[in-house]
């Protein structure tokens, strides 16, 4: 009775106290979880070599002892059956799951004879793009020392449109590069946040503000979650949030509550803006002889450095150039745009399905909490002018957004909208009010333009992501067409700063082997909940030319369990799991650091793979070596590294700058920037596997303009110049791909694209109909449908494991109780949903809590028969479904080009959530599976016998 | 024993105090309740066709989701349901073995495995469906308070909590002597008028549930907002004739 | 509640066997038996037998039966214990009171043993009773007819028995039939009582009660915590629908009481005694057998209001 010899079986069985012996065999390793990306810190305890329990690590800045749901089931991830063992090289056709396990040696042969010949001939003929792995910094490294540009992450179909919006406006963003300000705020607007990836700091965050008794407004179409116990929920029609914020932001012109102080001190609002339209410099900023932006000084009644301390800069007027052009105050032009009559409450409240009255008194809410109940904290501090300020103070209105705003084609603007609002306020890194977390902000916007130059055997000349100013920084041809395959940084998506994975295997596809040779794909299920329409993509993926060879020559995916996207590799590298490899969560990547500091951790080995697996790292780390890449082999071709854990410790990008940033310099006393510490990584263990930095309570707030913390960032190598940062009210940028458009300068958008480059790239928000949307006829398809973070599941990953798939096993279809009944519809009843796209059935579910023209669901649940080594009939397949079938990455073909990417037309963002779709009950009879299901593939080891399962009934 | 433990002078009360007013229903404490008490493969709490067509287990711990609507006023509240270490606790007094008992020194509710002869008797008992039998080894089980992690003083101080008080993010569970007046949670129950679930089958569950409630920093405005003026508001210009310092 | 085989099984088989020994027992007592010792004899063997058999079949309702022996530690609490200890101590009681009446059917030992056999019978049937009646959360259950009903049917469904008996032994059923036929009456008319006291109840909380909140709050079900059946569902989630439950119980009327009734009746009128006492014995214990699933299927579980299920 195994039951008998669990220590916890004995204690309950005790009367009097009997405790457990504390475990004598147990040994408890710090090391970060990953069954999500929020990377929180966790004790694992092991008891001979067995895995017993995972608890938070209290000491860690990221979770402070908490897990979730997800991170205490890490114990049964570690036993799944989708596990992969070993090597495998395709046999059946693509899409089969027939494969043949072979060794490594093999593997990285195939890999290694392909990669080179790609490599003599054209580089960018490799296109490698990786999911939300947290080695980008290496991923990305590998690529362009490989040499190509077709290279990126997940952020093109996750929310780049967060990191862009916040970079080229504040220097920072929200997603988790920014956090609300927990100990201070008053007010806090949640806008279409479900989860997050902060999933477990915003949760204690949510909790410290509701011991304060401060007040949260989740505007989100649907009531669960964050939004379950916000103290009011605004029930927004979905892609509407640039409306309302816009809304919010002309009711507060009309009461006159703006940070006038904070705008001139911090950002650009006083900055002349050229009006001369039809000249090729119209809408940009004035400058002087030495390129000092100007601003009108009204002490001295002339133009003046805007940057001079002292000044009094008008914000609003019309004013002479020294070449008598006329020019206006940013400001001036952004009060005119947004007091006109089409951005009040009472205009824009029917498209919102917001109530005027609402909206006027959440705009006076926030006008009283940040005016009349601003936070002064006496906290002396230095400004970049040399101005020391006796006290902190802050106006405690919070906002966090993440992709209920991104996941719309106007996510880009809407986003930019919610950022001017809080400049307008004051709101930025002040107490009480949405922060930066260290290692940001950085200028605006931060970065290199992307690489552009490869040639065969050589590298890329600079990163393959980067941040364009204008027309010049594009990857366009001559003909101004893309460069990249997924077409980013051309003028279909010019700020697509995180590439567009979405359309690589479409674009791919189109392109040919001429231009794609090998698609890699690490840590990405882009076979299924990753694609955008998954029938499509696996059709693309398997299907051939009139030769008979793969449209796509072949495929390398890099895994750790047979999920649904290894089927469609030609050679599958299996990696090891988040307990058994070093990772490590780097500055240079995706920090973990908070506003009270920087912060980087790892990922120690704590189980034996005890399967022939490999951490992806090291074998990426062998191939580059075993193909003689600069900085990864020396001069005779000898690798330089041995492993991925050598890599973190020696491998430095700039001088003193490497993967981590503590324990540096030869006594590993150094913090950011140092010598390699040979101990380095024995330091982070002994440390928790962490490493933080607090900051001093004079650095805390008004970063982008703190001197002490300026100078101290550069010195950790964070930023280059401690100079201070100008907050973005105006987006001087957008101006100048605008003016490209209206037919300014050398290099211009196709004929093609004009109109809507012209349209989009306003250097103040604005709010659009969501491209879809638009295109689509709303008579046809009158519904939104959305999807939603499920708390206790990760995407595709959380299925295969035996606690959380007995959370949620399959989904529904969720809608308003008026809306079922008005289609006829209840509870547990199937549906037909019908879109521009496709078709997809499956049941309804009714609530309240949601806006009345949406239906939602749960994302990724829906499993492909077979794969994740369920049983065939679980309840995953046949009764859960994924929405991504009646969506597309493609907008309605007009006219002959290929038609355009589904996405934001700035940042080339996935508009998954602009959607629209039509919804009949299904009948006569009762259908027993959700529809479309794609045919079972489950993995088959050719002459093993199929893998028996496990099942304890 | 089954007969309840005669109330004794100074006995503690330990129980949870669960904040409905916080609770997101994240499942974070009902998973983390099963791994504690499974520690692996263990088997504690069994779970039956893991990777089939009818997944099911053993928890002792179970969030639900509901929508309320008072006085046109509607919510989405969470609640996770395990044990409530009920004073009056007929789980007890039916068990025909004394494998179910109630602790007199802390009201703890356990079942003794060893002794359990899996009738479902208790489970019957429990209005609140806290006990479910274990299939596999054919007894019963239920929440044990953690009591192998509260009086477990190899571990330190701050660690001696419940498995699922340690891990809720958004600290909605609160952990402990409810018969102490002057305790945090007493003091909680006290100000934010704790409920006991199902109050009038007088069981007198030891935890409490606290009700959602409404922000107490008062942000509506002082003063009624300025008209809606179209154009440049009078305000703003007033507010833009004031000099600024750069 | 769902209706488990061994569970019915138990409750009817020592319903029917406690019920005979009890008549036989008060016959005995009271000299109201006819001066037959194979009737006598006979009685008490088969109520032995079928309680035993009850007893027995119980064991499978228990997910550890080899520690069945540990259920009679707590009669000072527990109902269900105290029918272990009542059904054991009920064996020496009576098989004293067969080697009495083996010895002398109608001398002082024989009655006053048989008034103990009657007592420790009526005794395990009232805790087996008590052991639903004292469920709080079972509104079916906790309520003042649960306790008689049974024992009202023991009795009658002994008095069924003891017609077939007295028809094998002495060819007719005599005063038998006649208890029989009565007894079907009340017993029929118990249970119209009980069935109209538990339609008329109302739940014992609403949903909102059950999460803690206002009476005045109104509560709909977003999300159960998982989506397939859990033992919770399956053991107290059982649920039979209206119309099924209304046929179920006219069967049960016709099956337990109505013909039974009947073909006593009959069989006392001497028609064909054997063959109608037989069937109106196989009828009661079928229609029972119908009257205990439903006394199941027809409880609802409070703890089943958190996942929406009518209570
Ligand atoms: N448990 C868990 N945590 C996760 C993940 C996971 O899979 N599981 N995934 C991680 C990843 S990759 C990401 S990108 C993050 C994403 O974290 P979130 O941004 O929370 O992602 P979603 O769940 O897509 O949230 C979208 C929310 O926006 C709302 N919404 C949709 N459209 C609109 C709109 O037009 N306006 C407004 N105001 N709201 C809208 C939806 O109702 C939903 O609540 O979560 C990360 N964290
Ligand atoms: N309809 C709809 N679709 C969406 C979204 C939505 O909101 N709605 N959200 C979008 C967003 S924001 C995102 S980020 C994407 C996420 O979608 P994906 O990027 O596809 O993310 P996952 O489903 O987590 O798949 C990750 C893959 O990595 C594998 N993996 C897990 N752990 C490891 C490991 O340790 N090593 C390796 N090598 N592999 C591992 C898994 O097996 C899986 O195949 O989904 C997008 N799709
Ligand atoms: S949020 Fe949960 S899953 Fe994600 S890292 Fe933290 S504990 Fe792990
Ligand atoms: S962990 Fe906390 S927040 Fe999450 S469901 Fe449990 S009580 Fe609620
Ligand atoms: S909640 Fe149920 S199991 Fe727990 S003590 Fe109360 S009655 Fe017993
Ligand atoms: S199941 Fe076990 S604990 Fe419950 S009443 Fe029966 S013996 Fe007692
Ligand atoms: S106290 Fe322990 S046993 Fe009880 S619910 Fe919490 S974790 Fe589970
Ligand atoms: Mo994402």
Known sequence: ?953 | MTMLPKPQPGAKKLGLVIDLDTCVGCHACAVSCKEWNTQGEAGILPDYDRYGPKPDGVWLNRVHSYETETQGCSRTVNLPRSCLHCEDALCVTVCPTGASYKRAEDGIVLIDPEICIGCKLCSWACPYGARELDETNGIMRKCTLCVDRINDDSLPAAEREPACVAACPSRARHFGDLADPDSEVSQLVAQRGGADLMADLGYRPTNKYLPPRRASIPTPPASEPEKPALGIGSALLRLLDRTLSR | MRPSASVLLLTTLTGGGYGLLAWIGAGAALQLLPASRPLALGGIALALALASAGLLASTFHLGRPERAWRAFSQWRSSWLSREGVASVLAYPVTIAFAIAVYQHPHGIPARVLGAAAALASAGTVFCTAMIYASLKPIRQWHNPHTAPGYLIHAVFSGAVLLALLSTAVLGVPGTAAAAAAVSAAVALAAKALYWRHIDRQSPLATLAHAIGLPRDTEVKPLDAPHFTENYILREMGFAVARRHAARLRRLAVALAFALPAALSILAGLRVMPLALTSAAAACALLGLLTERWLFFAEATHVSALYYGRPV
């Open chain 1, 1 to 953: 009775m195994h039951w008998m010899n669990s220590s916890a079986g004995l204690i309950i069985a005790a009367k009097t106290i009997r405790i457990r012996p504390a475990c004598p065999v147990r040994t408890v390793a710090k090391t970060t979880c990953y069954m999500c990306a929020c990377r929180c810190g966790i004790k694992v305890h092991l008891q001979d070599g067995k895995l017993r329990y995972i608890e938070g690590n209290r000491d860690h800045p990221v979770n402070r002892g908490v897990l979730c749901a997800k991170g205490s089931a890490g114990i049964m991830t570690a036993l799944s059956p989708a596990r992969l063992t070993s090597p495998l090289k395709r046999v059946g056709p693509r899409g089969s799951g027939s494969f043949t396990a072979i060794s490594w040696d093999e593997a990285l042969q195939i890999a290694t004879r392909r990669l080179q010949a790609i490599r003599a001939t054209d580089p960018n003929r490799l296109a490698f793009y990786t999911g939300r792995d947290q080695s980008q910094s290496l991923t990305g490294h590998f690529a362009r020392m490989f040499g190509t540009r077709n290279y990126a992450a997940h952020g093109g179909f996750c929310s780049v449109n967060m990191a862009a919006a916040g970079l080229y406006s504040v220097g920072g963003s929200f997603w988790e590069f920014g956090e609300p300000d927990w100990e201070h705020a008053r007010l806090l607007l949640l806008f279409g946040v479900a989860e997050d990836h902060d999933s477990n700091p915003i949760k204690l965050g949510l909790g410290k503000l509701k011991e304060r008794g401060a007040k949260i407004i989740s505007v989100n179409p649907v009531r669960t979650g964050y939004s379950a116990i916000a103290d009011e929920f605004v029930a927004i029609r979905p892609g509407t949030d640039g409306l309302f914020v816009l809304a919010l932001v002309h009711c507060l012109l009309e009461a006159g509550s703006i940070d006038t102080e904070f705008l001139v001190r911090y950002s650009n609002a006083h900055h002349l803006v050229i009006h001369a339209p039809g000249d090729a410099d119209h809408g940009l900023i004035a400058r002087d002889a030495a390129g000092r932006e100007l601003t009108y000084d009204r002490k001295t009644a002339a133009l003046a450095d805007a940057d001079a301390p002292g000044i009094d800069p008008a914000l609003l007027g019309d004013f002479a150039l020294a070449d008598g052009r006329r020019a206006r105050p940013a400001f001036a032009l952004l009060a005119e745009r947004y007091s006109r009559r089409e951005y009040a409450p009472e205009a824009v409240a029917a498209n919102c399905g917001i109530e005027a009255p609402t909206i006027r008194r959440i705009a006076a809410e926030i006008a009283e909490i940040a005016f009349r109940q601003a936070v002064v904290l006496d906290q002396p501090w230095i400004d970049t002018a040399g101005r020391r300020h006796a006290s902190m103070v802050g106006r405690p209105v919070a906002m966090h957004a993440m992709r209920g705003i991104a996941a719309h084609s106007n996510g880009f603007q809407t986003c930019r909208a919610i950022h001017v609002l809080q400049m307008l306020i004051g709101a930025i890194d002040t107490p009480g009010s949405w922060r930066y977390k260290s290692p940001y902000p950085k200028p605006v916007p931060g970065g290199p333009p992307p690489g552009r130059a490869t040639a065969p055997g050589s590298a890329l000349d600079a990163p393959p992501l980067g941040f364009p100013m204008g027309p010049e920084d594009l990857l366009v041809d001559e003909d101004g067409e893309a460069l990249r395959l997924d077409r980013a940084f051309s003028w279909e998506a010019p700020l697509a700063i995180h590439g567009l994975m979405h359309m690589a295997i479409a674009r791919a596809f189109e392109a040919g082997a001429s231009k794609v040779d090998t698609l890699f794909l690490f840590m990405a299920n882009m076979a299924w909940n990753s694609a955008m329409n998954p029938r499509e993509t696996t059709r693309m993926l398997s299907e051939c030319d009139a030769e008979g060879n793969y449209r796509i020559p072949f495929v390398i995916v890099a895994d750790a369990f047979s999920s649904e996207t290894v089927a469609y590799a030609d050679l599958v590298l299996p990696d090891t799991t988040y307990l058994e490899r070093y990772d490590c969560i780097s500055l240079l990547d995706r920090p973990i650091g908070s506003a009270h500091g920087p912060a980087d951790a790892i990922r120690i080995p704590v189980l034996a793979p005890g399967r022939d697996v490999r951490p992806f790292q090291d074998v990426l780390i062998e191939l580059a070596g075993r193909l003689g890449l600069d900085d990864f082999a020396d001069a005779d071709g000898r690798p330089l590294y041995s492993s991925y854990a050598d890599y973190i410790v020696r491998h430095q990008r700039k001088p003193g700058v490497g993967p981590l940033a503590g324990f540096r310099g030869r006594g590993g006393d150094e913090a950011g920037t140092g010598a390699p510490n040979p101990e380095q990584l024995r330091r982070y263990v002994e440390n928790g596997s962490f490493w933080m930095h607090e900051l001093p309570p004079e650095q805390l707030y008004f970063k982008h303009a703190n001197r002490a913390y300026l100078t101290g960032a550069k010195a950790m190598g964070f930023i280059e110049s401690d100079a201070r940062i100008v907050l973005g009210l105006y987006c001087e940028p957008l101006q100048r791909f605008r003016l490209a458009a209206q037919g300014h300068g050398p290099r211009q958008p196709p004929s093609r694209l004009r109109a809507r480059v012209a349209r989009f790239f306003d250097p103040l928000p604005f709010w659009f109909v969501p491209l879809e949307e638009e295109m689509t006829d709303r008579s046809r398809f009158p519904l939104h449908a959305i999807t939603q973070r499920p708390m206790a599941m990760y995407h595709s990953w959380g299925s295969q494991n035996a606690w959380l798939r007995q959370i949620l096993p399959e989904n529904r279809l969720y809608l308003h109780r008026e809306l079922a009944r008005s289609i006829g519809v209840t509870d547990e009843d199937w549906v037909w949903v019908r879109s521009r796209s496709g078709n997809l059935r499956c049941q309804v579910r009714t609530m309240t809590g949601v806006n009345r023209s949406t239906v939602w669901t749960w994302n990724a649940v829906g499993k492909r028969a077979g794969a994740w080594a369920l049983h065939r009939d679980a309840p995953e397949s046949r009764r859960g479904f994924i929405l991504n079938h009646v969506i597309s990455e493609f907008l309605p073909r007009q006219g002959a080009a290929s038609p355009a990417s589904n996405s934001d037309p700035v940042t080339g963002q996935a508009a998954w959530f602009d959607l629209t779709v039509a919804i009949e009950r299904c009948g006569p009879e009762v259908p027993t599976e959700t529809a479309p299901r794609l045919g079972a593939n489950p993995l088959r080891l050719v002459g093993a016998p199929e893998p028996e399962r496990r099942s304890e009934r």
